[in-house]
């Protein structure tokens, strides 16, 4: 009886979930890294390793094509036996701090390289890998196609050994929530940077304060069934994050640092092939990193990670505004009298869906306009806001995306836009709430 058992558990563990040709996928993952390099003017894309991992914590439906257009996209097709390409069996799309740095001085006068780390569904047989990047008018920059055998010897097994962890939320859990099916549910992992040893309890409190903010904002909050959440303790072997400009180095989990792009503020990390193999063996899609200091600053990269500061006065307003952008596409709506370089182009229509160049307004929120909503959120609040839910009005508003001109949101505040304001504009209510649902429902 305990061997049919165990025959029944891995027969379990490896069952193809999806479709009916020669080629499924299984519930196993595939982790592909990639080195994306160049500068202002070329791009490459390489292949540096191929690993597998038990599980596939990933979505189970719509894989067929990617959650937002990102910034770049990566699709795996099934091999035929004449080797060409057959029928998409899973797709998603992404951004990454290397096109951020494309848009720098820097990327004018030096070649660069970054790390990239993908989780993708493990097929049982033969496909082709295509990785995509696209400029800031959508069009590809840099490309790259590769095949995987899923019996590839090289491909080496990971996570066997995963790191502590402790399950935060399970959804489920909550008989006021709408229940979805257990494997079809968001896994969202939190990850300390910074925290030492006798921290732990410091960070787990942190991520329950997180928690506490995201379901003050809807949809999140009433769709916080939909959600797993899980802290991997992975303790640094110094408290504190690095901050380059005052020659402070530390010796942290995701080796992080202030002075990305030499912006004082803006925190990030570069070394995704050591924090994905710290969290191997974790179940996990997305990945928000809490860092261990009282300085401003973060940032959050599409289906990437959030990086933000825990022991800042707004962390939580901050930790939403930078999980909109990673988890669910959002572009910031702020900008100055002195922008960055334009990102958004008159004959382009931005991907992320609260920002618009009226190239294709139809696409957006048009049907919308002119409407007054009462933004939702829920009853936790935080200090010095009202509980009160205000009304917007959906429009076309000028300004967003770093840009004081050619580009328009669609409510007069948002989260993306201030820390003040105390929720998401109905355009990214709606926004979240369809890819929450593309995540977790059958379209």
């Given at each position: 009886?305990?061997?049919i058992?165990?025959?029944?558990?891995?027969?379990?563990a490896?069952?193809?979930?999806?479709?009916q040709?020669?080629?499924?996928l299984?519930?196993?993952?595939?982790?592909?890294?990639?080195?994306?390099s160049?500068?202002?003017?070329r791009q490459d894309?390489?292949?540096a390793?191929?690993?597998?991992i038990e599980?596939?914590?990933?979505?189970?439906?719509?894989?067929?094509?990617?959650?937002?257009?990102?910034?770049?996209?990566?699709?795996?097709?099934?091999?035929?036996?004449?080797?060409?390409?057959?029928?998409?069996?899973?797709?998603?799309?992404?951004?990454?701090?290397?096109?951020?740095?494309?848009?720098?001085?820097?990327a004018?006068?030096?070649?660069?390289?970054f790390?990239?780390?993908?989780?993708?569904?493990?097929?049982d047989?033969k496909v082709?890998?295509?990785v995509?990047?696209?400029?800031f008018h959508?069009?590809v920059?840099a490309?790259?196609?590769?095949?995987?055998?899923?019996?590839?010897?090289?491909?080496?097994?990971i996570?066997?050994?995963?790191a502590p962890?402790?399950?935060?939320?399970k959804?489920?859990?909550?008989?006021?929530?709408?229940?979805v099916?257990?494997?079809r549910?968001?896994?969202?992992?939190?990850?300390?940077?910074?925290?030492?040893?006798?921290?732990?309890?410091?960070?787990?409190?942190?991520?329950?304060?997180?928690?506490?903010?995201?379901?003050?904002?809807?949809?999140f909050?009433?769709?916080?069934?939909r959600?797993?959440?899980?802290?991997?303790l992975?303790?640094?072997?110094?408290?504190?994050v690095s901050?380059?400009?005052?020659?402070?180095?530390?010796?942290?989990t995701?080796?992080?640092?202030?002075?990305?792009?030499?912006?004082d503020?803006?925190?990030?990390?570069?070394?995704?092939?050591?924090?994905?193999?710290?969290?191997?063996?974790?179940?996990?899609?997305?990945?928000?990193?809490?860092?261990?200091?009282?300085?401003?600053?973060?940032g959050?990269?599409?289906?990437?990670?959030?990086?933000?500061?825990?022991?800042?006065?707004?962390?939580?307003?901050?930790?939403?505004?930078?999980f909109?952008?990673?988890f669910?596409?959002?572009?910031?709506?702020?900008?100055?009298?002195?922008?960055?370089?334009?990102?958004?182009?008159?004959?382009?229509?931005?991907?992320?869906k609260?920002?618009?160049?009226?190239?294709d307004?139809?696409s957006?929120?048009k049907?919308?306009?002119?409407?007054?909503?009462?933004?939702?959120?829920?009853?936790?609040g935080?200090?010095?806001?009202?509980?009160?839910?205000?009304?917007?009005?959906v429009?076309?508003?000028?300004?967003?995306?770093?840009q004081?001109?050619?580009?328009?949101?669609?409510?007069?505040?948002c989260?993306?836009?201030?820390n003040?304001y105390?929720?998401?504009?109905?355009?990214?209510?709606?926004?979240i709430?369809?890819?929450?649902?593309?995540?977790?429902?059958?379209?």
């Amino acid at each position: 009886m305990k061997r049919i058992l165990l025959l029944f558990l891995v027969l379990a563990a490896t069952a193809p979930f999806s479709g009916q040709a020669a080629v499924r996928l299984t519930d196993r993952t595939l982790r592909v890294d990639y080195i994306f390099s160049g500068d202002a003017s070329r791009q490459d894309i390489a292949l540096a390793h191929l690993y597998s991992i038990e599980g596939w914590a990933g979505r189970r439906v719509n894989l067929d094509r990617p959650p937002l257009q990102g910034n770049g996209q990566i699709v795996m097709r099934a091999l035929e036996e004449d080797g060409t390409a057959g029928e998409v069996l899973y797709c998603t799309s992404f951004s990454t701090l290397f096109q951020e740095w494309l848009a720098t001085d820097e990327a004018k006068q030096v070649r660069k390289a970054f790390e990239n780390v993908f989780l993708l569904p493990m097929p049982d047989g033969k496909v082709r890998i295509d990785v995509t990047l696209t400029d800031f008018h959508g069009a590809v920059s840099a490309s790259l196609s590769h095949r995987v055998d899923p019996e590839d010897i090289l491909i080496q097994p990971i996570g066997q050994k995963p790191a502590p962890h402790v399950w935060l939320w399970k959804g489920g859990e909550d008989p006021d929530s709408a229940p979805v099916q257990a494997d079809r549910r968001i896994d969202v992992v939190f990850v300390p940077e910074g925290y030492a040893e006798d921290e732990m309890d410091d960070f787990l409190a942190d991520v329950r304060t997180a928690l506490e903010s995201f379901r003050a904002h809807e949809p999140f909050g009433h769709l916080r069934d939909r959600f797993n959440v899980v802290a991997a303790l992975l303790p640094s072997e110094e408290s504190g994050v690095s901050v380059p400009r005052e020659k402070d180095w530390k010796r942290t989990t995701a080796l992080s640092h202030f002075d990305t792009f030499y912006s004082d503020r803006y925190l990030t990390t570069q070394h995704l092939f050591a924090l994905h193999d710290a969290l191997a063996g974790i179940p996990y899609e997305h990945i928000v990193i809490l860092a261990n200091t009282d300085t401003y600053g973060g940032g959050g990269i599409f289906n990437a990670y959030t990086l933000t500061t825990a022991r800042h006065a707004q962390f939580k307003p901050v930790v939403v505004h930078e999980f909109g952008h990673s988890f669910a596409g959002l572009a910031d709506e702020y900008f100055s009298d002195d922008p960055y370089d334009p990102m958004y182009f008159a004959d382009t229509e931005p991907w992320e869906k609260n920002l618009t160049t009226q190239k294709d307004f139809a696409s957006k929120w048009k049907d919308m306009t002119g409407r007054v909503y009462r933004v939702v959120f829920s009853d936790y609040g935080w200090e010095g806001q009202a509980t009160t839910s205000p009304k917007a009005t959906v429009g076309l508003f000028p300004g967003g995306g770093y840009q004081k001109e050619g580009v328009w949101r669609g409510a007069e505040d948002c989260r993306m836009k201030t820390n003040s304001y105390p929720a998401f504009c109905p355009v990214c209510q709606r926004a979240i709430d369809e890819i929450i649902r593309f995540y977790t429902e059958e379209k």
